[in-house]
């Protein structure tokens, strides 16, 4: 009986964590920025997400960004990771930077997509997700 | 409460939880959450009747402990069948009816297409399994000690009357 009690609330505590983490990461939708420094030649490509944790354990985040060329070998990649106390938030920023070549190559006509990862596990480290989104290029709102 | 009244409302209310709500709950969803489930991949019809067959046997196996001594071995099959059951539902539960992924026993992928984009999902709850492992061979060890216990004070024989007493002849 207490190991059904101890299982019930274990996986109760633990979608109830996810749920917060992943809903707050993806309220409002995902914004991408792409700019192009003239001066250094470099393009860049930004995405700013502040996942929160309304849960009552803590739960570890990582948040991985890859921009892709037409034959699916990334171009660049950032990833980074945080570990959110419950009631704990983070704002994360991911910057790819692209060479002149790469940038024209993508942004005039090549075929790309934007592949975004979500891990997170919670229940210390014992229940997790995943979700990878990839984005082909034009439909990046 | 007697065993048998104990185990006719055990099952109804194992029928109520795990049968008639399951069946009914689909009606009560808005469609557009139906038709995101079924392009994740999941069968919505198929998970509800899995869940629903299992909550009728566990329903049924109830009733069969109620009525059955607790000496008998059919008493102790109902016993562990049950509990072989709570494992299954776990699974399927946690698989949400896919059969193909049933196997991976708590780690479950999707993959969800919207507007061309492609969303990869893959739950990992195999420690929500492997916990439900552990109890359910609790408690199948807990049926079989409860088992043999049956059966040994079932063959305690009566006590002798006491002899009697010469004066009485």
């Known amino acids: 009986m207490i190991t059904q009690i101890v299982s019930l609330a274990a996986f109760g505590l633990s ?4 749920y917060g983490v992943l809903s707050s990461t993806f309220s409002g939708g995902l914004g991408f920025e792409m700019d192009f420094d003239e001066a250094t030649g470099v393009g860049s490509l930004r995405l700013e997400v502040t996942p929160q944790n309304p849960g009552y354990l803590d739960a ?6 890859k921009l892709l060329d037409g034959d699916g070998v990334a171009v660049a990649s950032e990833s980074f990771s945080a570990a959110l106390a419950p009631g704990g938030y983070e704002t994360i920023s991911l910057v790819l930077e692209v ?3 790469d940038y024209e190559r993508i942004a005039l006509g090549g075929e790309s997509s934007i592949e975004l990862f979500l891990g997170l596990r919670t229940l210390f480290d014992l229940v997790g997700i995943s979700d990878t989104i990839t984005i082909p290029q034009g439909v990046q709102g | 409460m007697s ?3 104990g185990a006719l409302v055990s099952a ?7 049968t008639v709500i399951p069946l009914m709950a689909p009606q009560y969803l808005p469609p557009s959450y139906i038709e995101t489930l079924a392009r994740t991949g999941i069968d919505v019809p198929s998970f509800v009747n899995q869940l629903a067959i299992m909550g009728v046997a566990v329903a049924a196996l109830t009733l069969v402990k109620g009525f059955v001594a607790p000496a008998s071995p059919i008493y102790l099959l109902a016993a562990l069948a049950s509990s072989g059951l709570t494992f299954a539902f776990t699974v399927v539960t946690l698989s949400f009816g896919k059969l193909e992924e049933l196997g991976n026993l708590g780690l479950t992928s999707m993959t969800v297409e919207v507007q061309g984009s492609v969303n990869a999902i893959t739950l990992d709850f195999r420690f929500l399994v492997q916990l439900t492992a552990l109890t359910v061979a609790l408690r199948m060890v807990e049926a079989v000690f409860a088992y043999l216990e049956a059966r040994k004070e079932a063959k305690v024989p009566e006590p002798p009357s ?8």
């Open chain 1, 60 to 65: 570890d985040v990582t948040l991985g960004l």
């Open chain 1, 99 to 101: 060479s002149r070549e």
């Open chain 1, 15 to 18: 979608m109830y964590s996810v």
């Open chain 2, 3 to 5: 065993n048998r009244t």
């Open chain 2, 162 to 169: 006491a002899p009697a007493r010469a004066a009485d002849i």
């Open chain 2, 12 to 18: 109804a209310i194992t029928l109520l939880l795990f």
